[in-house]
C-alpha cells in the first residue's frame, strides 16, 4: 500500500486559487470514484472537506472543490483565505479493500 | 452532536501491548463501520485497520496485520484496538474515525474523528 503522492507543499495570495493534485494508480484513485480530502490544522483532528471525489458535506464552504482525471485527483481552493492554511491530506479505497492517504500538502497562505 | 471520544494510549516497552477505545455517541453506532488511523511525529495520516458495521469484517493495513486486533462492542457503543507486539515505528497518536455514510454515498470517507491518544514505544 504506497502513499497517494501529493506536492509537499502549495502556497497562494489571499483571493488566489490553488489547487493540490493526488497522484494513484488504476487500482486506487483511477479504480473508484472514492476519492476524499481532509484538512488539518496544527494539533487538531483531521476534518472532511471533500468525499466520493467531487461532494462537499454540510457545512464545507464552497470555496471548496474537487476532481478527478485518470489517476489523478485534485483539490481546488478558490478565494484563499488565512484561515485556510494547514494540511490538507487526500485519501482513496482500494481494491484490496482498504484505503490509502496521501503523503499531505501543505497549504501557505502568503 | 457526534462525539467520539479515544482513551488508552500511553507509554509501553517495545513488544508490549496496549489496548485502545474509543467511545461514540450522537450516532447510531451499530449502523456505520469505523476505522483507526494514525500520525507519527510530524508525519502524515495512515490508514490502519476498519471494521464493519456488524463487526464481521474487519481489515488491516500490511503495517499492521497479524499484530493488531479491530473489535467493537455495539452495545456500549465501543470500537477496539488491540495492539501487541509493539515496535517503536507504531509510535502515534491514533484516530478513530466514523464512516460518511451506512450505506451509499459517503460510506468510503470519513466524516468525524475523535481528537486522538497519544502510543509512545520506548524503553
Known amino acids: 500500500q504506497s502513499a497517494l503522492t501529493q506536492p509537499a507543499s502549495v502556497s497562494g495570495s489571499p483571493g488566489q486559487s490553488i489547487t493540490i493534485s493526488c497522484t494513484g494508480t488504476?487500482?486506487?484513485?483511477?479504480?473508484?470514484?472514492?476519492v476524499s480530502w481532509y484538512q488539518q490544522h496544527p494539533g487538531k483532528a483531521p476534518k472532511l472537506m471533500i468525499y466520493?471525489?467531487?461532494n462537499r458535506p454540510s457545512g464545507v464552504s464552497n470555496r471548496f472543490s474537487g476532481s478527478k482525471s485518470g489517476n489523478t485527483a485534485s483539490l481546488t481552493i478558490s478565494g484563499l483565505q488565512a484561515e485556510d492554511e494547514a494540511d490538507y491530506y487526500c485519501?482513496?479505497?482500494?481494491?484490496?479493500?482498504?484505503?490509502?492517504f496521501g503523503t499531505g500538502t501543505k497549504v501557505t497562505v502568503l | 452532536e457526534v462525539q467520539l471520544v479515544e482513551s488508552g494510549g500511553g507509554l509501553v516497552q517495545p513488544g508490549g501491548s496496549l489496548r485502545l477505545s474509543c467511545a461514540a455517541s450522537?450516532?447510531?453506532?451499530?449502523?456505520?463501520?469505523m476505522t483507526w488511523v494514525r500520525q507519527a511525529p510530524g508525519e502524515g495520516l495512515e490508514w490502519v485497520s476498519r471494521i464493519s458495521d456488524s463487526g464481521g469484517s474487519t481489515y488491516y493495513a500490511d503495517s499492521v496485520k497479524g499484530r493488531f486486533t479491530i473489535s467493537r462492542d455495539n452495545s456500549k457503543n465501543t470500537l477496539f484496538l488491540q495492539m501487541n507486539s509493539l515496535r517503536a515505528e507504531d509510535t502515534a497518536v491514533y484516530y478513530c474515525?466514523?464512516?460518511?455514510?451506512?450505506?451509499?454515498?459517503?460510506?468510503?470517507?470519513?466524516?468525524?474523528w475523535g481528537q486522538g491518544t497519544q502510543v509512545t514505544v520506548s524503553s
Open positions: 488504476s487500482s486506487d484513485v483511477g479504480g473508484y470514484n472514492y
Open positions: 474515525a466514523k464512516s460518511g455514510a451506512p450505506l451509499g454515498s459517503g460510506r468510503r470517507s470519513f466524516d468525524y
Open positions: 450522537g450516532f447510531t453506532f451499530s449502523s456505520y463501520a
Open positions: 485519501s482513496s479505497y482500494t481494491s484490496s479493500g482498504l484505503f490509502v
Open positions: 466520493d471525489v467531487s
